[in-house]
C-alpha cells in the first residue's frame, strides 16, 4: 500500500519533466525582470539622484499598465503581427515582439541620467511598462494553450520560480552591480547605474531565446470565433454597410465584446459568483504585504535582516510553495488545493500578530515568512491553476487579462487604507483583520466547487 502511494506521488512530481513545463522557468524569469526595474528598483535609483520623493511617488503610477493591460488583450489575442506570425505563429509572434521592446527600453533606460533628462527615462520607462504587460498577455495566453488543465499548476509553479529569481536579479542583483561598479564615494554617478541596467537588457535574451525554441501551441481556429462571425456577419448584412466596414466591424465584435458575452454565456449565473471570487481571493495577502516592511522597520529588524530573510530566503519559500502548489493540483484538484491556499494564506496572518508581540526576534520572524511565503505559493499557483481553466482557448488572451486585472483591483483600493488601519488600531488588530478577510474567500471558494461539481455532475 505504501509503494503504491509513493509511486503515485512520483507520478505527480513527474509533471515537472515536462518540456513545456520546464520552459516556463525562462519564460517566467522574462517575465519578471522588468517589472521591479521601473518600480522599486527606480526609485532608490531616482532618490540617488537627487529626484525629489512627490516625483518618485507620481512615477509609481508607471506600473498601472499592468492593471489596465485587458484594454489591448483583445489587439494580442487577434491582431497577426507582419511576418512574425507567419514565421513564428500568434503567441510566440507578440512574446517575441515584446521582449525586443523591453530589451530596447532597458538599454534606453540605461542611457539616461534622470538627474539630467528625467522625462526621457521616464519615456523608456512606459515602453518597459507597457511592452512587459503585452507580454505578460502573450505569455498567459501561451501558457493556457500550451498544456492541459492538469497541468497548469505545475506550469504556474515554475513560471512563478523563474519570475521570482527574476526579481531577486532586478533587486538586489541590481543594487549590487551599481555598488560595484561604483567607484564614487558619498556622490551620485550614473555610470554604475548606466552599467547594471544594460546587465538587465542583456539578460532579456533568456526570455528571447526561450521564445525561439519553444513550439507554437497547437490550438486550431475555433468554432466559436467562426459562429461569432457569422453571427456578427447576419446582423450587419441589413445594415448596408461597405465590405471594407462591414469587415473592421466584424472583427471588433469578434475582438472585444466576443470574448466578455462568451465568459458569461458558459458561465451563466455563476458568472458573478466567479468574478467575486477572483475579486477578493487575495485579499488577505495584498492587504497585509503593503504594511510588512514598515512593520519590519519598527520592529527594530535591519535592511541585512529585512533584505535576507525576507527577499532572499522568502522568495526560495515561495517558489517551493508554488512547486508544492503544482503537485497538489495534480494529485488533489484544483479546487480543493484552491480550498487549502485560502486557509494557508488567512491562518498566516496571524503568525504575524505573535511576532508583534515578541518584537526584533531573528528567528520568529524566519518561523513567521517561512509559513507566509510557504503558503502564498501553494495558493498562488492553485489560484493561477483555476483562472486558467476559466478561460476559452478562443480568448485566452482578453479572457485571462481581464481574470488579472479583477484580481487586484478590490485588494489594491482596500490596502490603501492600511496604514490608517494600522496608526488607529496597531498591528496586531491589523494583522487579525487581514485573517478575518480571508473568511469570504472560504465561502466563495466552497460555493464555486459545489458549482462545479454540479455542473460536472449534469
Request: aromatic content about 12%; overall charge neutral.
Amino acid at each position: 500500500m505504501t509503494s503504491a502511494v509513493v509511486f503515485t506521488w512520483l507520478q505527480a512530481l513527474r509533471v515537472y519533466t515536462h518540456p513545456r513545463v520546464l520552459g516556463m522557468l525562462s519564460l517566467g524569469f522574462s517575465a519578471g525582470l522588468p517589472l521591479l526595474l521601473i518600480m522599486g528598483t527606480l526609485s532608490f535609483w531616482l532618490r540617488e539622484a537627487g529626484i525629489d520623493r512627490t516625483t518618485i511617488g507620481h512615477l509609481s503610477w508607471i506600473g498601472l499598465a499592468y492593471s489596465f493591460k485587458w484594454l489591448w488583450s483583445p489587439l494580442v489575442d487577434r491582431l497577426p503581427l507582419p511576418l512574425l506570425t507567419r514565421w513564428l505563429g500568434r503567441r510566440r509572434a507578440w512574446l517575441l515582439l515584446s521582449q525586443i521592446v523591453i530589451a530596447c527600453a532597458l538599454i534606453g533606460m540605461a542611457v539616461s541620467d534622470p538627474a539630467v533628462d528625467l522625462p526621457v527615462l521616464v519615456l523608456f520607462a512606459l515602453a518597459v511598462a507597457f511592452a512587459s504587460a503585452t507580454q505578460d498577455i502573450a505569455l498567459d495566453a501561451y501558457r493556457i494553450e500550451a498544456v492541459a488543465v492538469e497541468l497548469q499548476g505545475a506550469m504556474a509553479a515554475t513560471y512563478q520560480a523563474g519570475y521570482r529569481v527574476a526579481m531577486i536579479l532586478a533587486s538586489a542583483g541590481v543594487l549590487w552591480l551599481a555598488a560595484t561598479a561604483d567607484t564614487a564615494v558619498d556622490v551620485y554617478d550614473h555610470a554604475p547605474w548606466r552599467f547594471a541596467y544594460l546587465v538587465m537588457a542583456g539578460s532579456m535574451v533568456v526570455g528571447i531565446v526561450t521564445t525561439l525554441i519553444i513550439r507554437e501551441p497547437d490550438v486550431p481556429y475555433s468554432r466559436t470565433i467562426s459562429e461569432n462571425e457569422r453571427i456578427a456577419r447576419q446582423v450587419l448584412e441589413s445594415r448596408c454597410f461597405p465590405a471594407r466596414i462591414e469587415a473592421l466591424l466584424v472583427w471588433l465584435y469578434v475582438a472585444l465584446i466576443a470574448p466578455f458575452r462568451d465568459f458569461i454565456v458558459r458561465h451563466g449565473r455563476q458568472a458573478l459568483l466567479i468574478l467575486g471570487l477572483i475579486a477578493i481571493y487575495r485579499i488577505s495577502d495584498v492587504v497585509m504585504g503593503v504594511m510588512s516592511n514598515p512593520f519590519y522597520v519598527d520592529m527594530g529588524y535591519s535592511k541585512e535582516e529585512v533584505a535576507a530573510i525576507s527577499k532572499v530566503y522568502g522568495v526560495i519559500m515561495t517558489i517551493l510553495g508554488a512547486a508544492i502548489g503544482g503537485v497538489l493540483t495534480v494529485k488533489m484538484g484544483i479546487m480543493r488545493t484552491l480550498f487549502l491556499g485560502a486557509v494557508l494564506s488567512a491562518a498566516t496572518n496571524l503568525l504575524f500578530v505573535w511576532l508583534a508581540g515578541r518584537g526584533h526576534d531573528v528567528n520568529g520572524l524566519i518561523f513567521t515568512i517561512s509559513a507566509d511565503n510557504l503558503s502564498a505559493g501553494i495558493a498562488s499557483s492553485a489560484f493561477i491553476a483555476y483562472l486558467s481553466g476559466l478561460t476559452n482557448a478562443a480568448y485566452s488572451a482578453t479572457q485571462y487579462a481581464l481574470f488579472s486585472s479583477v484580481m487586484l483591483l478590490l485588494p489594491k483600493f482596500i490596502a490603501g487604507f492600511s496604514g490608517q488601519f494600522v496608526d488607529a488600531f496597531g498591528y496586531e488588530n491589523f494583522f487579525i483583520a487581514t485573517a478575518l478577510l480571508g473568511m469570504p474567500v472560504l465561502v466563495l471558494v466552497w460555493l464555486a466547487g459545489r458549482a462545479k461539481f454540479e455542473a460536472t455532475k449534469n
